[in-house]
């Protein structure tokens, strides 16, 4: 069974460039988490989507950034524009149901670097 | 002020020792899981507890639920290198609707 798959690995952009990320999660995982990881810290929840509705975007900032799960399957998550203290590791992750007390699997990460 | 603490921040040690790192907070989590994460890659689940006073063993790692399910230890009998890494716990609270990450111990285990 694939894993979660997220790209880029790697994303290099100027300050005020627009960057858009990848995540396909596990087949028949309803539930799908974007976290931010900065250096040194645990993963921070950016938004949780239940199939295609996202029920926790509470940490979203949404001014710039916005997220999309298309037919409840991949979804993207785009900041527009990006800003120096965007540099982190975003995370994808997926569970079979939300909030699941057994765990999510995460995708290896797309680390973003904002000059 | 972070919702779960854990401890120490990093450890190093020699290959052989054994080690305990901490997970506490002051709220009752529905279930608690640990994860290794290595450079580069995300986090892999290691263990969910989810009854307090629980112990959990997976081969020379023993995980304990707290009775009260506010904290969590992890424990790693004879250190390998390979155990080398961020050991993260996350705790769930179904009834509030959240799930939190805390900011993970850096284990380092030279040969």
Do not use: M
Request: glycine share 10%.
């Amino acid at each position: 069974e694939a894993g979660v798959v997220q790209s880029p690995r790697y994303k290099i952009i100027e300050k005020k460039q627009p960057v858009a990320f990848w995540c396909n999660p596990i087949s028949g995982h309803n539930t799908l988490y974007w976290y931010r990881q900065n250096l040194g810290q645990g993963p921070e929840l950016l938004i949780r989507y239940e199939n295609e509705e996202a029920v926790d975007d509470s940490q979203l900032p949404k001014d710039r950034f916005s997220a999309e799960r298309l037919k409840g399957v991949d979804s993207t998550l785009k900041i527009q524009p990006a800003e120096l203290g965007d540099s982190a590791v975003y995370l994808c992750a997926s569970s079979h149901r939300t909030l699941d007390n057994y765990g999510y699997t995460f995708g290896s990460g797309t680390r973003l670097t904002v000059v | 002020t972070q919702l779960l603490e854990q401890s120490p921040q990093f450890l190093s040690i020699q290959e052989g020792e054994n080690l305990t790192v901490y997970c506490n907070s002051s709220s009752v989590f529905s279930s608690l899981q640990w994860y290794r994460q290595e450079p580069g890659e995300g986090p892999v689940l290691l263990v969910t507890v989810v009854t307090g006073g629980e112990v959990k063993k997976l081969k020379r790692l023993t995980f304990q639920f707290g009775d009260a399910r506010k904290d969590s230890s992890l424990h790693i009998t004879a250190a390998q290198p390979g155990d080398t890494g961020l050991y993260l716990c996350a705790g769930v609270r179904t009834n509030a609707g959240k799930s939190t990450f805390g900011d993970g111990t850096t284990l380092t285990v030279k040969p």
